[in-house]
T-cell receptor, first 113, second 115 residues
Framework: GDSVTQMEGPVTLSEEAFLTINCTYT??????LFWYVQYPGEGLQLLLK?????DKGSNKGFEATYRKETTSFHLEKGSVQVSDSAVYFC????????????FGAGTRLAVHP | DSGVTQTPKHLITATGQRVTLRCSPR?????VYWYQQSLDQGLQFLIQ???????AKGNILERFSAQQFPDLHSELNLSSLELGDSALYFC??????????????FGQGTRLTVV
């Protein structure tokens, strides 16, 4: 079945460092891909998405490119801030008519001043 | 604020008991999704309702059931509770039938602790 694998955390960075969180997926057809963020004590918020190959999703300085050839959707940010500390989830929504988001295990990011 | 409201925020109950979790979707959203987040299983899709009817089913136990009412709010009923049911239960809503092309908005969750 469809699945998402993302790098294990926690990821600990200093402020202004470059961030990469790896995400790869397995899916039939052409899924839509998402990154969600969960701040402490809150629900998940959509950070960015891409619906077809080579699309780049971007928001709040974060970017991810839908790479069909490597089945990847890595999250990047050029300069992280303390306020970016959260748990990040990669997810896919299958194109096969199934109406659910399939999430990766989540990666905790801690940014220190 | 996502516009999705879940109550209660916290729930502590004993094994064998039954609880009901409530979700009010964003205004105008017809789909409601339920997810369970636990340390060992991560985020698992349980069930989706669209405009009052069940549309998709995931890893939902037979002891669990859900429904969506005419005013579009939804309830998740968990019965014969076990220690392993302790988790954070999220509700999400979206305008359309599928999460592929419409954004899903998540509530803050209900933390269930079974003792």
């Amino acid at each position: 079945g469809d699945s998402v694998t993302q790098m294990e955390g926690p990821v600990t960075l200093s402020e202004e460092a470059f961030l990469t969180i790896n995400c790869t997926y397995t899916a039939t057809g052409y899924p839509s891909l998402f990154w969600y963020v969960q701040y402490p004590g809150e629900g998940l918020q959509l950070l960015l998405k891409a619906t077809k190959a080579d699309d780049k999703g971007s928001n709040k300085g974060f970017e991810a490119t839908y790479r069909k050839e490597t089945t990847s959707f890595h999250l990047e940010k050029g300069s992280v801030q303390v306020s970016d500390s959260a748990v990040y989830f990669c997810a896919l929504s299958s194109s096969g008519g199934y109406n659910k988001l399939i999430f990766g295990a989540g990666t905790r990011l801690a940014v220190h001043p | 604020d996502s516009g999705v409201t879940q109550t209660p925020k916290h729930l502590i109950t004993a094994t064998g008991q039954r609880v009901t979790l409530r979700c009010s979707p964003r205004s105008g959203d017809l789909s409601v999704y339920w997810y369970q987040q636990s340390l060992d299983q991560g985020l698992q899709f349980l069930i989706q309702y669209y405009n009052g009817e069940e549309r998709a089913k995931g890893n939902i136990l037979e002891r669990f059931s859900a429904q969506q009412f005419p005013d579009l709010h939804s309830e998740l009923n968990l019965s014969s509770l076990e220690l392993g049911d302790s988790a954070l239960y999220f509700c999400a809503s979206s305008v359309g039938k599928s999460t592929g092309n419409t954004e899903a908005f998540f509530g803050q969750g209900t933390r269930l602790t079974v003792v």
